[in-house]
């Protein structure tokens, strides 16, 4: 089978529905795999996702972006600024995923963590957490609009006239959004909706759930 470019939506702690997904998609070596920020967080298993993101790192080419809620935990356990606001947001979940305090967070998982990097693109696509500045270049876009923007489905074409895929906003309803060449993968795993997957290569969606249940969408169109 040819190498594919698969991108992972919000995971927020979803240990077992990233499980059903890496494994029902069998992900190889030659894939390349973007998870497009906020691992951590909400869901019931921050531990065990991270542990699954840097088995991957082993197992294909893994893509880490930085969400805003890997900048608040990676703020909040030095006591920063953003630390009442993570508690409160997914924080502590988190925290309880390890053990009952910070010093049970394992070094190697924080150290993982700060790997993260701000957006990454290929020949065809750019891959962000939130969204990005209009007109403003990639390397020039600012932490605020990269990780916390909220995405409106009103975006424009990227000028590049690439696809840009995103997270962080999550549609409710489970359903991943496509807008002007944006795609919107934060299908709301935490929250009794999905864990989506994007097949950039074939241009199939796959979905999974934390109760361990996965669904072949099929080809991922304007139309969705």
């Given at each position: 089978?040819?190498?594919?470019?698969?991108?992972?939506?919000?995971?927020?702690?979803?240990?077992?529905?990233?499980?059903?997904?890496?494994?029902?998609?069998?992900?190889?070596?030659?894939?390349?795999?973007?998870?497009?920020?906020?691992?951590?967080?909400?869901?019931?298993?921050?531990?065990?996702?991270?542990?699954?993101?840097?088995?991957?790192?082993?197992?294909?080419?893994?893509?880490?972006?930085?969400?805003?809620?890997?900048?608040?935990?990676?703020?909040?356990?030095?006591?920063?600024?953003?630390?009442?606001?993570?508690?409160?947001?997914?924080?502590?979940?988190?925290?309880?995923?390890?053990?009952?305090?910070?010093?049970?967070?394992?070094?190697?998982?924080?150290?993982?963590?700060?790997?993260?990097?701000?957006?990454?693109?290929?020949?065809?696509?750019?891959?962000?957490?939130?969204?990005?500045?209009?007109?403003?270049?990639?390397?020039?876009?600012?932490?605020?609009?990269?990780?916390?923007?909220?995405?409106t489905g009103e975006e424009a074409p990227h000028s590049s006239g690439?696809?840009?895929?995103?997270?962080?906003?999550?549609?409710?309803?489970?359903?991943?959004?496509?807008?002007?060449?944006?795609?919107?993968?934060?299908?709301?795993?935490?929250?009794?909706?999905?864990?989506?997957?994007?097949?950039?290569?074939?241009?199939?969606?796959?979905?999974?759930?934390?109760?361990?249940?996965?669904?072949?969408?099929?080809?991922?169109?304007?139309?969705?």
């Amino acid at each position: 089978m040819s190498a594919r470019v698969l991108a992972i939506g919000d995971i927020h702690g979803c240990d077992v529905a990233l499980e059903v997904l890496v494994h029902k998609l069998n992900i190889r070596a030659a894939d390349t795999l973007i998870v497009l920020g906020d691992a951590v967080d909400r869901g019931p298993g921050t531990k065990r996702v991270v542990e699954q993101l840097i088995e991957l790192e082993d197992a294909c080419r893994l893509i880490f972006i930085q969400g805003n809620h890997e900048e608040m935990m990676l703020d909040g356990l030095k006591g920063g600024r953003f630390e009442d606001i993570w508690l409160n947001n997914g924080g502590q979940e988190a925290i309880d995923s390890y053990g009952r305090s910070y010093a049970d967070v394992l070094p190697e998982h924080v150290e993982f963590l700060k790997t993260a990097i701000d957006y990454w693109e290929n020949e065809t696509a750019i891959f962000t957490h939130a969204s990005l500045e209009p007109d403003v270049p990639l390397n020039e876009q600012s932490p605020e609009w990269l990780r916390w923007t909220r995405f409106t489905g009103e975006e424009a074409p990227h000028s590049s006239g690439k696809r840009v895929l995103c997270g962080h906003t999550p549609r409710i309803s489970g359903e991943v959004t496509l807008a002007n060449g944006w795609v919107c993968l934060d299908t709301w795993a935490y929250h009794d909706g999905y864990l989506s997957c994007l097949d950039l290569t074939h241009g199939l969606l796959y979905q999974s759930q934390q109760t361990g249940e996965f669904f072949e969408r099929g080809v991922l169109s304007e139309e969705e």
